[in-house]
């Protein structure tokens, strides 16, 4: 390690040196983009010379591209739902040029290939947002990067709807739940379909977990909730959540990332990328450790990320990625109300002693070629490989070595219907699993005597299809659908407790309706949608623990109903939905012992006949118009964002527990931020994050959560154009003891799992 670090040192300092030379020869273009009603236009993207990194303007339709080199180039704006436009613009050496941009509306279509990673790709991705009749997210880089990007909470929090909190901490293990989906796992994810680059970043089955994903390497995340989903998998009532990595179109030729903290918490990073002649390259190595705030609950990750592309021809881009996981982490476990009050930073004795934990290794490669056939035309082939290896004692040891292959073929054509605009999209999805499972008596964490062998696959193939057709310049009308084939199968190799091999098959069909109102005043839109969703079970879920074989468990059907806006007038920006999803077969979770006594539990599982989640999701975001103390470099800014979920999910109809709320998950949730930005760098955001009311943990309604609150603080300061930045944040500032995730419906009452005490952190970033 101290070999390392000389020679990280050693390339840091070097680049510095070189990139101190070439900065004396850069210069700034900075301006603004309004509409053609001199309305400021936010959000729209500007690069220089149509591919190289550019920026995006702010809520005041201002921007400023730095380190440019000195010369002539051209600079072009894209914002979806208007026309492009371009400019001439001439750098000179440590001077700003400035550029101003007038845009008219029209409706987006096709014209030419768009390099994946590049900012048009990214104003692409928004344009196929505003055209989701639901409710969607897009979180861009800039509030990526001024987060602690330790996990998922750190840059989903301000997502109304969205529920994830850390089971231990700064770890990556989080319980999440968009609309209630998924509040049966007390690990892992389910429920919600986890992506990169628009790939499934999971078993063919569905299951999946975070500690693969590295923020620190993402450009952008995408939310889709619920069926809204319906290109990355509308079989899951919660809907998808897609990382899209960064580029050399959208990274620094390097860039260096350290941070610590709290309980043993440090993150770094080295990362390079560029872009020249139409190849463009992204590296990352990225070592993420933590002592833990709870006893045997430490954590490493070690990740790396290769992206490279290359633009064949004007009309035809290629891609290829691939990132590496080492994962290796204690798991603590619940507690008792009794246990985390008296010592919050305790482990389950059976966990420690057992040494309850996961190791494993992932490998995940995938390839893109994007080409446009024709200016309308557009066909997207995706094929991916994944590759994990995995070590998890817990009440048994789990050694799994699963192999995951997939694909996806879309195309794309914008030709107008008539006279009317028009954008239709088909694609097919098949993807196969082959996982080699085997079980073992946990041996103070080691291989005891082989208790399960068995070989598991299973089988999709999705194919959907969605139109979107503008019925009048400001109505649209939206029509998809999706079938999926999906098997799950079992071959049994351990024969001493009989022949437990087993098959399930399911072939839903998932229809989708909406309607897009683009409002006559303002930026902003109406929207409607009644779609259906089927998510059958997962293997690990038929593979009940507690009976042999499969379990007689029906997959979960779901239809949502939602009606919402969207939108932006002058500083003030707001997302609204109110949804009502009608459940048959909701797949819920119970946590048992194996035997009497056992000193810990085991899953199983099995359907609620009839189930209803429903709520409001409002998100609202303002900026005061005039600076407040100076006006000096476009003076200092204070803006305020918040969001708040009302939700409330109910057994309507069950044999055991008919009219209870299904437990695990806030009825109120909000989460609030203030940031002040000054111009000579400084930004300041304290937040918090506030569960008004107690909340059940249990189904028969008998315990339940505390209400708590979250308070944080963070302070970022950009040293000039250094490209140097420094941060510190602190979480839990009331030091409180509170369990914001929980584990449900434990037969030994342990559902709680403390939040970290009060937390403090700080680091350096540098790029060039």
Not at 46 to 56: Q, V, Y
Not at 67 to 77: M, R
Not at 158 to 173: L, Y
């Amino acid at each position: 390690m101290p070999h390392f670090s000389r020679a990280l040192l050693i390339i840091a300092t070097s680049a510095f040196c070189a990139t101190a030379v070439a900065a004396q020869q850069t210069g700034t273009v900075a301006g603004h983009v309004t509409t053609n009603a001199g309305v400021a236009v936010a959000g729209a993207i500007i690069t220089l010379d149509s591919t190289r990194a550019g920026a995006e303007s702010d809520a005041r339709g201002e921007f400023v591209v730095a380190n440019v080199a000195v010369g002539a180039h051209v600079a072009y704006v894209h914002r979806a739902g208007y026309a492009p436009a371009n400019a001439p613009v001439t750098v000179v050496a440590g001077d700003t040029a400035r550029v101003s941009f007038t845009l008219a509306p029209t409706v987006s279509a096709l014209e030419t290939v768009t390099v994946y990673g590049s900012h048009t790709d990214l104003d692409e991705r928004r344009d196929r947002i505003l055209q989701v009749p639901g409710s969607v997210a897009l979180i861009d880089s800039s509030t990526i990067r001024a987060s602690r990007q330790a996990n998922l909470r750190d840059v989903l929090e301000m997502v109304p709807g969205v529920f994830v909190q850390p089971r231990f901490g700064a770890a990556d293990e989080s319980q999440i739940s968009i609309r209630g989906s998924g509040l049966r796992n007390n690990f892992h994810a389910r429920g919600i379909n986890l992506l990169v680059n628009g790939m499934p970043y999971r078993n063919a089955d569905g299951f999946t977990d975070f500690e693969s994903l590295e923020l620190l390497t993402t450009e952008t995340v995408e939310v889709y909730k619920g069926a809204n989903a319906l290109r990355y998998g509308g079989s899951t009532m919660g809907g998808a959540i897609d990382l899209d990595t960064k580029t050399g179109y959208t990274s620094s030729p390097i860039a260096l990332f350290g941070q610590g903290g709290a309980f043993g918490f440090y993150k770094a990073q080295l990362s390079s990328g560029g872009e020249r002649n139409g190849l463009d390259y992204y590296a990352s190595y990225a070592r993420t450790s933590l002592d833990g705030y709870r006893a045997w609950s430490a954590q490493s990750r070690d990740r790396i990320n290769l992206h490279a592309g290359y633009a064949l021809s004007p009309s035809v881009d290629a891609r290829v990625f691939y990132f590496f996981a080492h994962v290796n982490e204690q798991l603590p476990g619940s507690l008792t109300k009794a246990q985390m009050d008296d010592d919050p930073r305790a482990a389950d004795s059976t966990n420690a002693a057992d040494r309850w934990g996961r190791d494993y290794d992932l490998h995940h490669l995938g390839a893109q070629l994007r080409a446009q056939l024709s200016p309308t035309q557009r066909l997207e082939v995706s094929p991916y490989f994944q590759f994990r290896d995995i070590d998890h004692p817990i009440y048994q040891v789990i050694a799994q070595i699963s192999r995951d292959v997939g694909a996806e073929v879309r195309y794309e054509n914008t030709a107008p219907l008539g006279s009317l605009a028009n954008r239709f999209t088909v694609g097919v999805q098949p993807a196969y699993e082959n996982m080699a499972n085997r079980q073992y008596v946990n041996v103070v964490g080691e291989h005891g005597a082989l208790t399960k062998n068995q070989t598991d696959q299973v089988r999709n193939l999705g194919v959907y299809a969605e139109n979107v057709l503008s019925v009048t310049p400001r109505l649209s009308a939206v029509l998809g659908g999706r079938f999926d084939f999906s098997q799950r199968e079992s071959a049994d190799h351990f024969l001493s407790d009989g022949d437990q091999s087993d098959r399930r098959t399911y072939r839903p069909f998932s229809p989708k309706v909406g309607v897009l109102y683009a409002l006559p005043s303002v930026d902003g839109q109406l929207f409607a949608n009644a779609s259906r969703s089927f998510e059958p079970p997962l293997l690990l879920e038929l593979n009940s623990l507690t009976v042999p074989g499969f379990i007689q468990l029906q997959g979960q059907s779901a239809w949502q109903y939602e009606l919402g806006t969207r939108g932006r007038a002058q500083q003030l920006q707001w997302d609204v939905s109110l949804y009502d999803v009608e459940l048959h077969d909701e797949i819920l979770n119970l946590n048992v012992e194996p035997f009497p006594n056992a000193g810990f539990t085991v899953p199983t599982y099995r359907n609620a006949d009839r189930t209803r989640h429903y709520g409001i999701e409002a998100g609202l975001g303002y900026e005061l118009p005039s600076p407040l103390t100076t006006t000096r470099d476009g003076g200092d800014h204070l803006s305020i964002h918040a969001s708040y979920t009302f939700a409330r999910y109910r057994l309507v109809r069950d044999s055991v527990y008919a009219g209870n709320e299904i437990p695990g998950a806030p009825k109120h949730l909000v989460s609030a931020a203030v940031t002040y930005a000054h111009p000579i760098g400084l930004t300041i955001t304290p937040s918090i994050q506030w569960s008004p009311s107690a909340y059940f943990v249990n189904s028969a309604n008998s315990a339940r959560n505390d209400a708590w609150t979250n308070v944080g603080l963070r302070a970022d300061w950009k040293f000039g154009k250094s490209g140097l930045g420094a941060f510190a944040s602190a979480e839990n500032l009331l030091g409180r003891v509170f369990s914001p995730s929980v584990q449900v419906d434990n037969a030994d009452g342990k559902y709680f799992e403390p939040v970290d005490g009060r937390s403090l952190y700080a680091g350096l970033r540098w790029n060039r």
